[in-house]
């Protein structure tokens, strides 16, 4: 059974930096597509970026140019590195997985709070 524990959130000033980090444990990380999810209070859980498993990558229009995903296919971990944070980037943040069939497993989730 695959299981994704997500480490690396916090508070953070806005103009800050922090870096997500998610580790997958009981499947074959090389076959899924990873991806980062966040959700705000009150919003739906929306995507931030993915990356296959040759590397491509996607972002939300919202964080293109300040986050980057990147992936270890040797250590089965997905990053997420977030520059220039701003308030409206307050969520929790979701490590996903989606194996060759579509099916999706997800992290509990990391808080990243952006706030003076």
């Known amino acids: 059974q695959v299981q994704l524990v997500e480490s690396g959130g916090g508070l953070v000033q806005p103009g800050g930096s922090l870096r997500l980090s998610c580790v997958m444990t009981g499947g074959f990380f090389s076959y899924h597509i990873m991806a980062w999810y966040r959700q705000a209070p009150g919003n739906q859980r929306d995507l931030v970026a993915a990356?296959?498993?040759?590397?491509?990558?996607d972002y939300s229009d919202s964080v293109k140019g300040r986050f980057t995903i990147s992936r270890d296919n040797h250590e089965n971990t997905v990053d997420l590195q977030m520059n220039t944070l701003k308030p409206s980037d307050t969520a929790v943040y979701y490590c996903?997985?989606?194996?060759?069939?579509?099916?999706?497993?997800w992290g509990s989730g990391t808080l990243v709070t952006v706030s003076s």
């Open positions: 996903n997985a989606r194996s060759l069939h579509g099916m999706d497993f």
């Open positions: 990356v296959t498993p040759g590397g491509s990558t």
